[in-house]
């Protein structure tokens, strides 16, 4: 399935979306995303979340044609940045808040991501909003908590190890549910800043 999206003016979109409030468009937002979580992406539809919404589902299809369309609009309404505002002045202690702040989101993010795997895979639209919403955001805000430490020289422009850390950080969130049936809490990722990611920088 892939989605229409790019097929309908912005101006279409918008007077459509204006028969409802953005208050009860977020209650669908939060309700697709939930069962996203809980039953995985191909078991979710448009009648289920009506029902569980109290809306018809026609109300769904004129808002957003295909649940690809609707699953990505939910996921922009998400976004968010856990890492922005962290700046305690030391790059060490900036990563372990980052890792704490991850790991207070990691099991519904995570969740998330998982029952998305193969979807998102199949349509692009999927795949970019996914991108914005939970990827991007982060990664950016990543890279200027290493670029303060750069700038406060704490670690070289050139080290390495630098490009890699986001990798790191994002992929321990994704593996260490298939690897130890875990999900990546705040305490394990800040074990794992402590003893993979600081000496990698050749910091304590």
Known sequence: MTSQAADRPDTVVASRRSKITPERE???FDAV?????????DAVTMEGVAASTRCSKSTLYRQWKTKPQFVAAALRS????????????SLAEDLRQ????????????????????????????????LREALVEPEIAALREILERGVARG????DHPALEYVPAQMFGVLRVRPV??????????LVRFVEAAVLPALGLT
């Not at 998330?112 to 909003?129: F, S, T």
Request: net charge negative; with cysteine; aromatic share 8%.
């Open 154 to 157: 704490e670690v070289a422009a």
């Open 33 to 41: 995303l939930e069962q996203i979580r809980e039953c995985g992406y």
């Open 26 to 28: 977020q209650e669908f």
């Open 98 to 129: 980052a890792a704490r702040a991850a790991g207070e989101w990691s099991g519904k993010d995570t969740r998330l991501l998982q029952a998305l795997g193969h979807a998102v895979m199949q349509d692009a639209e999927l795949q970019r909003a």
């Open 179 to 188: 690897v130890e049936g875990e999900y990546a809490d705040a305490d394990y």
């Open 78 to 89: 998400h976004r968010r940045v856990r890492f922005a505002g962290i700046d305690t002045g």
